[in-house]
């Protein structure tokens, strides 16, 4: 079977890791919340798109493995005394969101699209936070997080492939990615995975 894969069109600077390593509980902070919406919204796909029966079963393994992500990260923060903070409105996704069009499938393309562009970048970060980090628990967390999030980032796109051809979704999906790396290249850099 044919399988969409794909690169980011703009890698993130190395030298972003920093402002991680700098301010690590405030990105712990956000990291449960990214898992923690990231949970949601797979539900919530499963949900509004109840028709579309082969995506059901993958929202719904998806909705478990990033609550056990939250549940994971919440852990590590109690541990280090870490409180899970406000929830703060992401300029990253709510970037990539202005770019969904209005009509019905359009919309269910694009959708699954921007989730997959955001899953991969955040592999892609957590890759380089893995590397960075000199805490040996935390370094095999985030490799770990790492290679599950790799998976979620072709889940989306490859699920499409049910629903729309192979040229319509890479189409789509060039599209996304240059508007993600226009984004990625204007955002400042915070102690978030966007």
Not at 19 to 45: P, Y
Not at 64 to 85: C, K, N, P, T
Request: proline share 3%; with cysteine; net charge negative.
């Amino acid at each position: 079977m044919t399988k969409i894969d794909f690169k980011l069109s703009v890698a993130t600077d190395p030298a972003w890791v920093q402002v991680i390593l700098d301010n690590f509980d405030e990105f712990m902070q956000d990291h449960a919340n990214c898992e923690r919406k990231a949970s949601a919204l797979a539900l919530s796909l499963a949900m509004k798109y109840a028709d579309r029966k082969r995506l059901i079963p993958h929202m719904i393994r998806l909705a478990q493995e990033e609550l056990e992500h939250f549940a994971e990260v919440y852990e590590m923060m109690e541990q280090r005394g870490i409180s899970l903070g406000n929830e703060i409105k992401d300029p990253y996704v709510n970037g990539l969101l202005s770019h969904c069009r209005t009509e019905p499938e359009e919309r269910f393309l694009d959708r699954m699209l921007i989730s997959s562009v955001i899953e991969a970048r955040g592999a892609e970060r957590f890759g380089l936070i893995a590397e960075a980090l000199e805490d040996a628990e935390l370094k095999a967390f985030y490799k770990r997080l790492w290679a599950a999030e790799m998976k979620h980032g072709h889940l989306f796109a490859n699920l499409m492939l049910h629903y729309f051809s192979e040229d319509v979704i890479r189409a789509r999906l060039s599209q996304l990615l240059d508007a993600e790396g226009k984004i990625i290249q204007k955002l400042e850099w915070r102690p978030s995975l966007h």
